[in-house]
């Protein structure tokens, strides 16, 4: 058993662990955030599902656990959850599972996702990649505006299946900063920053935005309908 960023790795089964998880936003009276919880449920889910797809590896079981009641709000949580689901190819009836809250009532959302994947194939950089920043870095009501031009559940399966991209990397709320120094810790390379107009601290918020290493002549091969930023060279 290892761990490699936010996921264990199971070495002897073969298997993927990510989580991720999502409170005080969504619907609930006491909620920081007023936001549709079937949105923000279905991105609780997105996040622990891109992580494995950019390991390489396959989505097989989610877990949730939800500190609200099924009924009504949770149905409302599952519903978006079921829908990550469905995209990333997953039975949403028969891979799932979880737990709600019935003995109190909430007033606040708290949301919790584990997926467990098969498989793994983690690679590295190598001296003289490019790597790029593919979608853009949304927030909150950025990114309930600005949906289409953030890293979709399409998108990530199309990058896993990508024979000549290296790295792919999710950026979350540390930024492209943090990201970029677990690819150059991997590669045991320094990247060399040649977009000085790219702000590498926003928050990718729910993956919006990932990381991702090629060799330059690589690059026309790349096929998405998302921004494409080159911020440096692997050296």
């Known amino acids: 058993m290892k761990k490699f960023r936010d996921l264990i790795i199971l070495d002897d089964m073969n298997l993927v662990l990510a989580c991720d998880s999502a409170a005080g936003i969504g619907e609930k009276p006491c909620d920081e955030v007023f936001a549709d919880i079937e949105m923000v449920s279905y991105y609780a889910a997105f996040v622990p599902i891109a992580e494995l797809l950019c390991a390489r590896s396959t989505p097989m079981v989610l877990v949730d656990t939800l500190c609200n009641e099924r009924e009504p709000y949770g149905e409302k949580i599952i519903r978006g959850i079921q829908m990550a689901m469905k995209d990333a190819g997953l039975d949403e009836k028969n891979a799932f599972t979880g737990s709600t809250e019935e003995n109190f009532m909430t007033k606040m959302t708290g949301i919790g996702v584990t997926v467990l994947g098969r498989g793994i194939d983690i690679r590295k950089a190598q001296k003289g990649d490019a790597i790029y920043a593919i979608g853009k870095a949304l927030v909150g009501e950025e990114l309930i505006k600005y949906r289409d031009k953030a890293m979709s559940m399409s ?53 919006a935005m990932c990381l991702v290493t090629m060799k330059p002549d690589d690059f026309n091969k790349l096929n998405l309908k998302k921004d494409v930023n080159l911020l440096a060279f692997m050296e």
Do not use: C, M, T
């Not at 930024?175 to 702000?199: M, P, Q, S, T, Y």
């Open 155 to 207: 998108d990530y399966i199309y990058l896993k299946e990508q024979d000549y991209i290296h790295d792919i990397v999710p950026i979350g709320s540390k930024g492209a900063a943090h990201e970029l120094a677990e690819i150059e810790a991997h590669a045991g390379l320094k990247a060399r920053i040649v977009n000085e107009d790219f702000d590498l601290n926003a928050s990718g918020g729910p993956s």
